[in-house]
């Protein structure tokens, strides 16, 4: 866990250049979830030791849910995002969930394409993202997961365990 703290200037730096400042916490408040025992981060270096991509997720009994994925912009398209998450799926017993944009732009189709050739399949449940910032709105998103499509019970599953471990919130719906 140490080395997470270490590296956490690196891999923060990777988050703010990968998503909208809606999409992830303030500075204190993403470090502070190193301390949870749910959550964990992966990392890839390079030959220098510097964090070239990273995931992070939550682990929980019945299913591990990835919050946050990426690479080094300078690094995209190059195989380092795959092969960490082929990693992180082949360490799994367990489904593995995501949140993904709606596919409603060319970028999120893509985004939606490079995890299906993982193997992970697109859900129509209605999903939002709760704030991770003050005054921020919800974010509408959409599930994916691994190896197999949920079921209506597996999703408010899901959701319920995410908005009040992840999210710290009740169950709004």
């Known amino acids: 866990m140490n080395n997470m703290y270490n590296r956490f ?4 730096k990777i988050m703010e250049s990968s998503f909208p ?23 890839e270096t390079d030959s220098n030791d510097k964090t070239i991509a990273f995931l992070a997720s939550w682990e929980f ?26 990693k ?22 893509r985004r939606i394409g490079f995890y299906e050739r993982l193997g992970f399949h697109l859900n129509s449940f209605d999903y939002v993202q ?9 974010l509408p998103l959409n599930i994916m997961s691994y190896p197999d499509p949920l079921t209506e019970e597996e999703f408010a599953h899901f959701k319920e365990t995410v908005y009040s471990e992840v999210y710290k919130m009740n169950l709004l719906n």
């Open 88 to 109: 992180y799926i082949s360490q799994s017993q367990i489904p593995v969930r995501l949140e993904v944009e709606p596919p409603e732009s060319d970028f999120a189709k």
């Open 61 to 86: 009994s019945s299913f591990r849910f990835v919050e946050h994925f990426a690479v080094d912009p300078t690094l995209r398209g190059g195989g380092t995002g795959g092969k960490l998450l082929n």
């Open 130 to 138: 709760p704030p991770l910032r003050e005054g921020q709105p919800l």
């Open 21 to 43: 400042k809606s999409e992830f916490r303030t500075y204190d408040g993403q470090r502070a979830l190193l301390s949870s025992p749910y959550y964990r981060v992966l990392t």
């Open 9 to 12: 200037d690196e891999i923060y």
